[in-house]
């Protein structure tokens, strides 16, 4: 069911072509604050894969503000992106590994090994899929990306007698994170595995110094992280927050901060001070991209230590 198209209870302002709610009563049927329950049982990396994935959607669903309205509407999102949608507003905790589309959008969570128990997505240590080698790609500069691209395929089935059209530029042998854009908190690297283990730890071990040395100058704390307040996080309506603030952007809605309150408070808790004041700041912190990846690593350290006493077998 799509959460588009609703007229009872709202206030059309034929300036800002905006839909303006004024009651509770025009929030969709499927709504359900009951449906946010079950996150109370998230822990880390249940959490990092939740708020991940709204973190997406919103891209994905914000990425029409940039076109133009038609007749007072704004334009429809991808199919792929409704039913993405449904899928979520019907199991507002959503489990990526039980449904086809979702995985394929969302990889399972980057977590997934919480619940595969397959220590190939081992967050901490693991070898570098089709996806993340793209996904880094991705962040590169689209000029030197092309380049690139152009460089190393004119080596195919090429003229050997003829000039090289596109030549090597200094950027290319440097480290592919100096020029990608990335946070500094997943590093991509070669392992030479005809080396001994001695001179391979000890040189892990000084790559490990320096890249955290930059981290923490950073900002980023490695050690001894603290464990979120999940409960404040459930308290203070993140998620059904998070999921109202993208209807708003699909339907071309606004919802007061009132309204709000009413929906993703129990009766008789929060407020619309609280909204403000609280919720809405707390919202997007959690949607930063230095706060999720810091859930991640938390929930790392939560999967190895939960995995520390079992062995696994070995990829075939």
């Not at 206030?11 to 996150?39: F, G, Q, W």
Request: glycine share 6%; charged share 25%.
């Amino acid at each position: 069911m799509h959460w588009v198209g609703l007229a009872s209870n709202l206030d059309i302002n034929s300036t800002s072509m905006v839909k303006r709610i004024k009651h509770i009563s025009a929030l969709p049927s499927c709504y359900s604050l009951e449906k946010y329950n079950k996150a109370e049982n998230l822990e880390a990396a249940g959490w990092y894969e939740q708020l991940s994935v709204r973190a997406d959607m919103s891209v994905m669903i914000e990425g029409r503000q940039r076109q133009t309205w038609q007749n007072g509407e704004l334009p429809s999102i991808s199919r792929q992106t409704a039913q993405a949608l449904d899928l979520i507003r019907a199991t507002p905790i959503v489990d990526l590994t039980g449904d086809g589309l979702l995985h394929a959008l969302f990889h399972g969570g980057a977590l997934a090994e919480l619940k595969s128990r397959d220590p190939l997505y081992t967050p901490g240590v693991c070898l570098i899929t089709v996806r993340n080698h793209y996904m880094t790609e991705r962040s590169i500069q689209k000029e030197k990306r092309t380049h690139a691209r152009n460089f190393f395929n004119q080596f195919e089935d090429r003229d050997r007698l003829k000039p090289l059209e596109y030549k090597a530029r200094e950027w290319m042998d440097q480290p592919i994170d100096w020029i990608s854009g990335g946070s500094g908190v997943y590093v991509n690297t070669q392992v030479n595995l005809l080396l001994p283990d001695k001179v391979l730890v000890a040189q892990f071990r000084q790559f490990l110094k320096d890249r955290r040395n930059a981290l923490q100058r950073a900002g980023v704390s490695i050690e001894n992280r603290q464990k979120p307040d999940f409960a404040a996080w459930r308290r203070f309506g993140v998620l059904p927050y998070l999921d109202l603030r993208m209807w708003e952007h699909e339907a071309g809605i606004k919802l007061s901060n009132r309204v709000m309150a009413d929906a993703i408070f129990p009766p008789g808790d929060g407020g619309e001070e609280v909204v403000r004041k609280t919720t809405a700041k707390l919202a997007h912190l959690l949607l930063a991209r230095k706060h999720l990846e810091t859930l991640a690593a938390i929930a790392a350290q939560e999967i190895t230590e939960r995995n520390s006493t079992q062995t696994f077998p070995e990829k075939k």
